[in-house]
């Protein structure tokens, strides 16, 4: 048997690389992993054993375990989640707030799904030259989240704003780059890694909502000796396997002022002594965050006021 890495995902098929090869693989029999039920047992990123037949035909025979992973709530399958990619040491998040403009609401869950499996995000605000008449609205959004304790570059593959601080992530491990459809995730991979050939997408000037040209996830290996995850432009995320009980900690600025909060279990919703609901009050937490954190607390407004 041979290890791998796999580096791209299309249906039952999967490429490994192994030993510079890349191997055409199927998942032999029903493969499953331990404790996770998802539409993909096997994921980009993922190591692997595999084994060829007779005929020559290679299979994925074992996944090893994972160190983390990106997950999401199947599309169509409520009761299903999909793993995005695994075992990356980073991921970029790209944002837009305009043609197509990125709900906020993803990009906190993305945020916290990355921070329950383990994963340092960077969100990375693109187009950046076409912002001077959202300024404010730009200012504003960087300052939500570098309070909430991110890093968050401003870029511009056309000016080459954020690209220098971009290219030294990409040159670190195995970094997933993700966000909606249409946000311009190629055309900056283009501009910071020139050789490496990402299909650029368009965007329907009826809808202003991108349209999907990546159809599976893929790992490019990078002339600066990185790997770079490229996924499907994502329309949304729904969150799988998280308590309501651990949500606040998947939240930096609340878990960080929960730790003043009079009962050691605080929803930070209706409890007396609460130092997360206070902090918002002042404008130290900002209400945006507060109010996903209270979205993905409970859908059915158990807890609104």
């Known amino acids: 048997m041979k290890t791998g890495t796999v580096i791209r995902t299309a249906g039952n098929i999967y490429d490994v690389l192994s030993d510079g090869q890349t191997l055409r693989c199927r998942i032999r029999g029903r493969l499953r992993l331990k404790d996770i039920r ?20 290679w299979s994925i025979e074992s996944v090893s375990p994972r160190r983390n992973y ?41 945020l916290v799904t990355c ?21 404010p609205q730009a200012e504003q959004f960087m300052e939500v989240y570098r309070n909430a304790g991110y890093e968050v570059i401003e870029v511009s593959a ?18 997933l780059l993700s966000g909606n459809s249409g946000v311009g995730k190629s055309t900056l991979v283009g501009a910071v890694c020139p050789g490496v050939e ?4 368009e965007v329907s000037a009826s809808h202003l909502k991108g349209r999907h040209t990546t159809t599976y996830s893929t790992m490019y290996m990078l002339p600066s000796g990185g790997r770079i995850i490229d996924t499907p432009g994502i329309k949304g ?26 009962f050691r279990n605080c929803t930070h919703t209706r409890e007396p002594g609460c130092a997360v609901v206070s902090a918002v009050e002042r404008g130290e937490i900002a209400y945006q965050r507060y109010e996903s954190y209270l ?7 158990k807890y609104r006021k």
């Open 237 to 262: 995320f729904g969150l799988i396997d998280l308590e309501d009980a651990e949500l606040r900690l998947f939240f930096p600025e609340l878990r960080e002022r929960g730790e003043e909060c009079r």
């Open 115 to 135: 921070e329950a499996y383990g994963v340092p995000v960077t969100v990375l605000l693109a187009k950046c030259d076409l912002l001077d008449d959202m300024r």
């Open 158 to 175: 056309l000016r080459g704003d954020g690209m220098e601080r971009v290219a030294s992530i990409l040159g670190e491990g195995t970094t």
């Open 70 to 110: 990106v997950i999401r709530r199947a599309s169509n399958l409520s009761k299903e989640s999909h793993i995005i990619a695994a075992n990356v040491d980073r991921a970029l998040l790209l944002v837009s707030l305009h043609s197509p403009a990125t709900p906020t609401e993803f990009v906190d869950r993305f």
């Open 295 to 301: 979205k993905m607390l409970d859908e059915d407004g």
């Open 38 to 57: 998802t539409t993909n047992p096997v994921a980009v990123g993922d190591e692997v054993g595999v084994s060829a037949d007779a005929a020559g035909e």
């Open 198 to 201: 990402i299909r650029t997408g």
